[in-house]
Each structure stands twice: as C-alpha cells, then as structure tokens.
C-alpha cells in the first residue's frame, strides 16, 4: 500500500501562482509514477500531468507551458508549480502514484486539496 498526503492548494486570483507537494509513504519501493489530477465540480477527473521514475513527463493540453511537475525520488515527493493560473483551473486537485505488483498497476489517489482562482 501506499500513502499519499498532499499540501498547498488556497484561493488565488487569475494570474496568480500556486505549487503543490505530495508525499508518499508505505510502499514506495513499488512506484513507477506520480502525478496530478483534478475534478471541477459537475466534470470527470482528468489528468493534469505526471512523471516517472526516470522523469518523463506528460502534461494536459490546457496546462503546458504554465505548470512545471517535478519529482524527487530520493523523497518520494512529487511537486506541481502552477502559474498563469486562470478561473477555470478551479477545482479538487488530487496527488496520484501508479505502483507495480505482481504484473499489475495500481492506482494510489491522495485525499485531494482544494484549488480556487477567482477572476
């Protein structure tokens, strides 16, 4: 099993910027990835973007060039630095780590932390 507990997130007005850390704990010997997801209220969670063990990347559309995710492996950390925040960034950010056992991926979900950018 692994643990993930998240810190950061607040109100913030347009423009704005806001970093997010993760930490994992447990099991961390089985984690190929982390990363960030989000769910607005109404809509479906969706990534926002991740990072492997050996630090490929990928981001969502609507966010490059404006967020920067980075991992410390050392820590088992995962932060996501948000900047150029906009309105419609507004949403339950949630800390993800995927982890391999036994030929299997499972997915591990933080408790989520609150991001709200006002116009």
């Known amino acids: 099993q692994v643990q993930l507990v998240e810190s950061g997130g607040g109100l913030v007005q347009a423009g704005g910027s806001l970093r997010l850390s993760c930490a994992a704990s447990?099991?961390?010997?089985?984690?190929?990835?982390m990363g960030w997801f989000r769910q607005a209220p109404g809509k479906q969670r969706e990534l926002v973007a991740t990072i492997t063990r050996i630090g490929s990347t990928n981001y969502a559309d609507s966010v490059k060039g404006r967020f920067t995710i980075s991992g410390d492996n050392a820590k088992n950390t995962v932060s996501l630095e948000m900047n150029s925040l906009k309105p419609e960034d507004t949403a339950v950010y949630y800390c993800?780590?995927?982890?391999?056992?036994?030929?299997?991926?499972?997915?591990?979900w933080g408790q989520g932390t609150q991001v709200t950018v006002s116009s």
């Open positions: 993800y780590a995927a982890g391999a056992r036994n030929n299997r991926v499972i997915d591990y």
């Open positions: 447990g099991s961390t010997f089985s984690i190929i990835r």
